[in-house]
């Protein structure tokens, strides 16, 4: 069997020893940042929810964590599914083993989930038939990626990892669907992608995709789901960032402050963009848009237009900008680079017009995903996958 699909034309010799040395030197960058910074102050959450796991296990969903926060300590609550104590436990265990720092063995594991992402993404750019060189080392350079895995300390991009992962084992549902059921067990951020496989599946497929996703999810989430699921429930599904950070919402808080008609705004726009979501997935999959285009145009749309926002986020766009095009690309990763990068690195005051500048340039990739779709009606039928099987 050919490693490769019709669809996926591999790059030249030179051109995979370019993107092997690009990847390497990033992931070296992530780990020197790893070494010899401190991190962001979730560091010191994710150190005293394992200190409180290791006490108590499941009573971490009580407790919280303490956050180090240059303005003061506070407590953050653990809001992470069940199997993050699992993985918690394991990134402790193998700092006790290596004798190596726990903030630098978090960033490290997180990184090296990076590397597989990198394969991911280029085999996914070939799949959908827009791969370029730029496209794909403008990728492997992405500056917010790099901040968020090696420096700030979080697990979005694992979960971004487990997300692409269900993306290119589509074909096989079942294993698809482990994948995805492990993108959940990170975080529940990956529910909003679900209609888009559901959608993109036939429908003898659907329920083994969904079975296996539910299955794996359950079993990694023992034993603490059946010690205290009301909490748990509560503390996961609970989640919310604050609105008015980011984007619109951003511009009405500006203006009318932190109002009763301010928050009503903001829920209500939450449940309209989660419908729409669901909607335009239903959309792409009836067209037979390609899975990974799917996924880009949902979180585009959902960081273009979400009420709530977090800098950590800008991390779930990275893998998709240049499916739209190298320019979107070159948009979206000079801006929330930059954006992000001031942030970090030199001012925490999100009122920069670095925001802004970011928001815009996340909206206009987002109109012209949209503007794809809509110009391509059949765009995928060609792509399609064979279905006589």
Request: with cysteine; proline share 6%; charged share 15%.
């Amino acid at each position: 069997m050919s490693f490769y699909s019709d669809s996926e034309i591999p790059a030249s010799r030179k051109w995979i020893v370019a993107f092997v040395a690009v990847a390497l030197a990033v992931f070296i960058l992530k780990v020197w940042l790893a070494f010899s910074t401190e991190g962001e102050p979730d560091i010191s959450a994710w150190r005293d929810f394992l200190a409180h796991i290791r006490a108590c296990g499941v009573c971490v969903y009580e407790t919280g964590g303490l956050m180090l926060e240059p303005r003061g300590p506070r407590i953050t609550p653990f809001n992470h599914p069940p199997f993050m104590i699992h993985y918690l436990r394991t990134i402790g265990w193998l700092s006790s083993v290596s004798h190596v720092e726990f903030a630098a063995v978090f960033r490290v594991v997180t990184s090296c989930f990076d590397l597989g992402s990198a394969f991911l993404v280029y085999k996914l750019l070939h799949r959908t038939q827009v791969f370029t060189p730029l496209r794909y080392v403008l990728y492997l350079l992405a500056p917010v990626t790099i901040i968020i895995s090696g420096y700030h300390g979080n697990t979005d991009t694992v979960m971004i990892f487990f997300v692409l992962l269900a993306a290119f084992l589509i074909e096989k549902p079942v294993f698809a669907g482990l994948a995805f059921g492990l993108a959940i067990s990170i975080k529940v951020v990956p529910i909003i992608f679900i209609a888009a496989f559901i959608f993109y599946l036939p429908s003898r497929d659907r329920l083994k995709f969904l079975g296996a996703a539910a299955a794996i999810a359950c079993v990694l989430s023992l034993p603490f789901i059946v010690q205290d699921p009301e909490t748990i429930v509560r503390q996961v599904l609970g989640y919310g960032s604050f609105p008015g950070r980011w984007g619109w919402t951003r511009a009405l808080f500006a203006q009318i402050g932190p109002s009763n008609v301010f928050w009503l705004v903001a829920r209500l726009s939450a449940y309209l963009l989660l419908a729409y979501i669901w909607y335009l997935s239903f959309k792409m999959g009836q067209k037979r848009v390609p899975l990974f285009k799917q996924l880009g145009v949902i979180s585009f749309v959902l960081i273009a237009f979400t009420p709530s926002w977090g800098t950590n986020y800008m991390s779930w766009l990275d893998p998709f900008p240049g499916i739209a095009g190298a320019l979107s690309a070159v948009a979206y990763y000079a801006t929330s680079g930059a954006f992000i990068g001031k942030l970090y690195f030199v001012n925490p005051d999100e009122s920069t017009p670095l925001s802004g500048i970011c928001w815009l340039a996340v909206l206009l990739i987002t109109l012209v995903f949209l503007r794809q779709l809509r110009a391509n009606p059949s765009h995928a039928k060609a792509q399609s996958r064979k279905e006589s099987s």
